[in-house]
C-alpha cells in the first residue's frame, strides 16, 4: 500500500514558477514510477510528466516538454514536478500517483502516460495560473 500527498499548488501569474511535490508512504517506493496527471474545470485528466522507478528516464507531454522537470528523491520517498514559465492553460489540480510496472510490461511513454495503469493516486493540488 502507498498513500501519496501532494503540496505546493497555489496562485501564480503567468511566466511564474511552482514546485509541487509528492510525499509517499511506504518503503518500496523505490519500485513505483512516479506521474503527474492533471485536471481541467470541464475536462479529462491528462497526463503531464513521469519518471521512472529507477530514476533514469523522465517523459513529458508534449504541452510541458521544456517548461516542467520531474524528479524523484528516493532517498525521501518524494517527487517533484517543478513547473517554469507557467501558462493560464496549465491551470488545473495537478495529482500524483503510482505505479508498480510488472515484469514484462515495456517502459514507453504510452504506458507511462496511461492512468489507468497506476495504481494509487493522490488528493490532488489546485495550480491557478492568472493572466
Known amino acids: 500500500q502507498v498513500q501519496l500527498v501532494e503540496s505546493g499548488g497555489g496562485l501564480v501569474q503567468a511566466g511564474g514558477s511552482l514546485r509541487l511535490s509528492c510525499a509517499a508512504s511506504?518503503?518500496?517506493?523505490?519500485?513505483?514510477?512516479m506521474g503527474w496527471f492533471r485536471q481541467a474545470p470541464g475536462k479529462d485528466r491528462e497526463f503531464v510528466a513521469a519518471v521512472t522507478w529507477r530514476g533514469g528516464s523522465t517523459y513529458y507531454a508534449d504541452s510541458v516538454k521544456g517548461r516542467f522537470t520531474i524528479s524523484r528523491d528516493n532517498a525521501r520517498n518524494t517527487v517533484h514536478l517543478q513547473m517554469d514559465s507557467l501558462k493560464p492553460e496549465d491551470t488545473a489540480v495537478y495529482y500524483c500517483?503510482?505505479?508498480?510496472?510488472?515484469?514484462?510490461?515495456?517502459?514507453?511513454?504510452?504506458?507511462?502516460?496511461?492512468?489507468?495503469?497506476?495504481?494509487?493516486w493522490g488528493q490532488g493540488t489546485q495550480v491557478i495560473v492568472s493572466s
Open positions: 500517483a503510482a505505479e508498480r510496472r510488472p515484469p514484462g510490461r515495456p517502459e514507453t511513454l504510452a504506458v507511462v502516460a496511461n492512468e489507468r495503469l497506476y495504481d494509487y
Open positions: 511506504g518503503r518500496t517506493f523505490i519500485f513505483y514510477d
